[in-house]
């Protein structure tokens, strides 16, 4: 009896719950969502983890202290001697012990150059992030750009769908021509040839962005959403300048580049000082039957002062200093060259927008064709002029609208963090 009554709720349950998974399967993605995935998914960027920490045990070894040296010796074994029932009555045992004594600080100098080492090296790998996340972001802009470009010619062509069961109920009730009819279905050949384009583009920008985020989700079932307009949002560029010379991870390691140089010419200096050696020893010598001395090793750096290495490293502070310098350059060039890009895009924008914007004067003339054509105070070639002008208005709109923000993408690479958002 129970089971007969929980079949009738369980149904009605298990079908809801059935319905929901295409729709679970098919939640789009944000760009926060995005970049959270790519950050965790990457194999390049996952790559570039492992140099880090690679760096660190760099770290490990330049502290290590230098291991002592034993020496073990037996000497006067006389298995020959007079008297063979006492071959170890001479016998002299020997122990030392030896150690390297670093000065002027070798130890402490080698970890602060691989601990500036592991710096660089993070610094590094947010420049990867830096260039990899902008690459992301285009490719995320251009599956929305896609999106909106497949939308625009879905509706397209429905419209123009629309208008030709209109021509076709007039033909038949013989208010227009047959050549009329004729020409606007041919016209129609350009309608679904962009929505069959935009198809295509719309997965292929999909496969692209699935590709970097290293997923197998398939195609029809990976979406992503977020605003795709035109929102001006420009600071003056000496902010822009500021905020890069902070925020690029390349300048920084150029920065941390002559830190390191400077801590390895400290390094060469020091390696250039004598060490000394320590040593004990405990041997035996009949009567005595234990002894032990101590010895101080030190060497005579006559000819070998590390001179080249010292040299070496003064040049690699200029070089660093002269890296730093290009890289700072660099970074002014790239946030002036990205930043009149935006400004460009934002000013063929805006024209497109408001009510007498090109955007609602193409729409206005397009029905306002439509509605004089079909009381027949328009000629057909007008008419279809119009709906030509519209669907290019639009698709120059959608495309600008996309190059803004892959401007903006390009401006928030150069400037090293997400100014525009």
Not at 106 to 115: F, I, V
Not at 123 to 141: G, I
Not at 200 to 208: E, F, L, P, S, Y
Not at 384 to 399: F, G, M, P, S
Request: hydrophobic share 40%; with cysteine.
């Amino acid at each position: 009896m129970r089971r007969r009554l929980m079949v009738p709720i369980l149904v009605p349950i298990l079908g809801v719950i059935w319905a929901c998974l295409p729709a679970c399967a098919q939640t789009a993605l944000t760009w926060e969502q995005v970049k959270a995935r790519f950050e965790t998914a990457n194999p390049t960027l996952r790559a570039g983890q492992l140099n880090i920490a690679e760096s660190k045990t760099l770290e490990t070894t330049a502290y290590l202290r230098p291991n002592p040296s034993m020496t073990v010796s037996v000497d006067q074994f006389e298995p020959f001697s007079g008297n063979p029932y006492r071959p170890l009555g001479f016998l002299l045992p020997f122990v030392s012990f030896d150690y390297l004594h670093e000065r002027q600080h070798k130890r402490e100098l080698r970890l602060e150059s691989a601990q500036k080492g592991t710096s660089i090296a993070e610094s590094q790998q947010l420049d990867l992030e830096r260039t990899m996340l902008f690459t992301l972001h285009s490719a995320f802009v251009q599956t929305l750009q896609a999106k909106q470009l497949l939308a625009q010619a879905q509706a397209n062509l429905d419209y123009y769908n629309k208008e030709l069961a209109i021509f076709r109920s007039r033909y038949q009730s013989g208010g227009i021509a047959r050549v009329d009819v004729d020409r606007m279905l041919l016209q129609r050949v350009q309608y679904e040839s962009d929505y069959q384009g935009a198809l295509v583009n719309a997965r292929t920008a999909k496969i692209t962005l699935r590709l970097m985020l290293n997923e197998q989700t398939p195609v029809d079932k990976f979406d992503v959403t977020g605003p795709f307009e035109f929102k001006e949002q420009v600071l003056p560029l000496e902010e822009f300048h500021t905020i890069a010379e902070a925020a690029r991870p390349d300048l920084k390691a150029a920065v941390q580049a002559i830190e390191k140089a400077e801590t390895d010419h400290k390094l060469a200096v020091a390696n250039g000082s004598v060490d000394p050696s320590f040593g004990m020893d405990f041997a035996r010598n009949p009567p005595i039957p234990l002894y032990m001395g101590f010895s101080v090793s030190i060497p005579l750096r006559i000819f070998d002062r590390n001179q080249g290495e010292k040299a070496r490293t003064e040049i690699d502070i200029a070089h660093a200093g002269r890296q730093k310098d290009a890289s700072a350059a660099q970074v002014f060039s790239d946030v002036d060259s990205a930043y009149f890009t935006l400004i460009s895009s934002a000013s063929l924008l805006k024209p497109y927008q408001g009510p007498d914007g090109y955007l609602a004067t193409a729409t206005r003339v397009r029905d306002t064709m439509s509605f004089s054509y079909q009381r027949g105070a328009a000629s057909l070639v007008d008419y279809l002029d119009a709906q030509r002008d519209y669907r290019a208005t639009y698709v120059a709109y959608l495309n600008l609208v996309g190059s803004y923000l892959t401007a903006a993408s390009q401006l928030n690479l150069a400037v090293g963090r997400e100014v525009i958002q």
